[in-house]
């Protein structure tokens, strides 16, 4: 049974940045594999952030409540799954943060930002046409 969060849609999710390192691993670690117990994510995490039981599902328990992650209960363990995949978390995140910027503004840090992907440019470029064939979204 999926457990209720504060975020009761995907527009409603809070994408404001990740709340330090653990959780930034958590959500890393949650993108990578899918989705998982309490266990399966402290397993997964890399050594350094393998923290007690309680303080993993604490940090996986906020990250629901953000709307971030999806809760389903399984016998007495619950399972979490992302509810956003990290790409649309990162578009998320940067209209969020440019949505209160100026029109000057905005321009300068997405050129810079698009200035700094020299390897991603002709993906990126290929992406954006796609993006237009679509159409508005």
Known sequence: MTQPSTADTLG???VT???????AEVMATMWRIGDGTVEDVRRALPKRY?????????VLNRLAER???ERTREGKSIRYTPRVTEAEFVRRSIE??????SRDARTAALAQLI????????DLQRLAA???????R
């Open 12 to 14: 409603q999710m809070d």
């Open 96 to 101: 969020q943060t440019l949505a209160s910027a």
């Open 17 to 23: 940045p990740l709340q330090g390192e653990l959780q």
């Open 130 to 136: 796609e993006a237009d064939q679509r159409g508005p």
């Open 50 to 58: 393998n923290g007690a039981y309680t303080t993993i599902q604490t």
């Open 115 to 122: 200035g700094g992907l020299d390897d991603e440019l002709a």
């Open 67 to 69: 709307g971030l992650l």
